[in-house]
């Protein structure tokens, strides 16, 4: 042969080189490939290795019944965390290591009333997830419903003024719109032709009435007096204006109109000179020392308010300032609009510094339990200790300067101590566990079964304090008055999953373990629900991560409500 078409030399020495290095490439591919198929479709694989090992259970049993004795051919043993473990002896679960239960054989196992599926969740993904477990209690819930609305007139101290003669306006006092009047004050004279043929017929009648007294004539003079006066008191004159008539030598032809009540005339509706009809409208007034606020509530939260509950009201014009109203009237009909309440809340304006038409901003506050004013002599001893303030004396300078007789100050050079009030003690006293501003009263307030005694103002009723003593929350000045809250059993909202139709919560049953329970709950407070239905205090429910045991309930839906109560294929992993 001949080599001119021998391959050169060191050919084959490469060639092996390239086959070697393609094979250990692609055996790193292949372990990638397999190591990514591994975890990606590692559930499934998960899922195929517990199928056999229910199998394999499932197998062992049959054959365990087969080989069980006649005695208790009766009687079988099952596993209550893995319900398809089913056995003919006493023993324990091949899978969890649990004590077997007893039960008839062929008896359904039945979930407990209230529970509609079983969960099981490993430990590792309760670690991975953070699943937590709470102890379900009693709390003081107070609801807070947030509206807004405009401030109004008060309707009720509105006044119109009316022409009660024809004539003609002579002299009008009121110039603009906006003018303070009191009670009393001319607001026009009118000059009226009619108005003084009455008045003159009254004046002749009065006088011959006062000529009539002790005579047989006297009774028939007043009935002729009486009918003229009837006339003009129902015009609207005063008895003043009845004293000026029947003083004056001769019957004035214009006649005076008065402001019957104090207040801000918002309308005008006449000028100098005009001429008007018996009934023209001429002013309208309105007292502003109280407002209204017309608060639109959401329909949802319209059953938290109460007529008489007091309310928080915030002005933009006047930030950080809060003044009290009180919810005054309930309107009987629902915006089909807006789908909101109307609530009428009334407001003291003895200033005049809340005007119509501002926008306002409202809290209602009303505790979901029951809270009750209670006397001072009602509170738990330990309770009512706190409201015995000790005289004592401290330096302003200085508070850790502190005495039980007045002196002066050591660190000031000389300044006067001075006399601790109830707040001040509460604050600064040697003893004090809490800030009476920051409402901060750990170990000090008295709780008995549901009951929370406590101080506290109408406004704020969930702001109990220890001690006695004046609102310093919103400057409202009120004096706190000893009151109890009733706690209500309630669960945080992380522990609540709704699925728009009903609510759920899972309850522990063991370690691992959840019940899913359908709660009826109340309106949403803050970071809680009020349970209504479904749960019982002590239970244990799963807070955060719930959300993780609901969604492996729904990677496996079968339940054994839906299985009709029979123990076997029932199991949630």
Known sequence: MSTENAPPRGFWKRLWFWIKFIEIRLRFVILLVITGIIVGYW??????????????????????????????????????????????????????GMDLARREKGEPTMLPDGVSARIQVSPERIMQSGVQVETVGYRNLVRTVRSYGVIEPDERLQQRLIARFPGRIDDLRVRSVGEVVN????????????YYALANEYLIA?????????????????????????????????????????????????????APTSGTVIERNVLEGDMVAEGAPLFTTV?????????QVIESEAAAIKVGMPVEVTLATYPGEIFRGVADFIYPTVSTATRTVKVRVEISNPDGRLRPGMYAMMAFRQAIGKTEIIDASAMPSNAASNAETPTRYWCPMHPEVQSDVPGKCEKCGGMNLMKMTPEEYAEHGPHATASHNDHDTTGTLITAGHWTYGWSCAMHPELLEARPGTCTTCGCGMELEPTRIEGVLAIPEIAVIDTGMRKIV??????????????????????????????????????????????EARLNPVSLAESGGNATGSHQH
């Open 506 to 551: 899972y309850t522990e049953f063991a370690d691992g373990v959840f019940d899913a329970r359908e709660v009826v709950l109340g309106p949403r407070v803050g970071e809680s629900y009020q349970v209504l239905e479904g749960l019982s205090a002590g239970q244990r429910i799963a807070t955060r991560g719930a959300f993780l045991i609901d969604a």
């Open 183 to 194: 009670k009393g004050d001319v607001l026009a004279r009118i000059y009226s032709p009619e």
């Open 43 to 96: 559930e499934n694989i998960q899922n195929h290795y517990e199928q056999w090992q229910r199998e394999r259970a499932g197998v062992a049993g049959r054959i365990s019944e087969e080989t069980a004795s006649p005695e208790s051919a009766t009687e079988e043993y099952f596993c209550p965390m893995h319900p398809f473990v089913v056995r003919a002896t006493k023993g324990k679960c091949p899978i969890c």
């Open 287 to 295: 007292d502003l020392s109280r407002v209204w606020v017309q608060a």
């Open 206 to 258: 009065w006088r011959a009435w006062k000529k009539a007294q002790g005579t047989d004539g006297e009774a028939r003079a007043k009935s002729l007096m009486e009918l003229p006066r009837r006339r003009l008191s129902l015009a609207g004159l005063s008895d003043e204006q009845f004293q000026q008539i029947e003083s004056a030598d001769a019957v004035s032809d214009r006649i005076t109109l008065l």
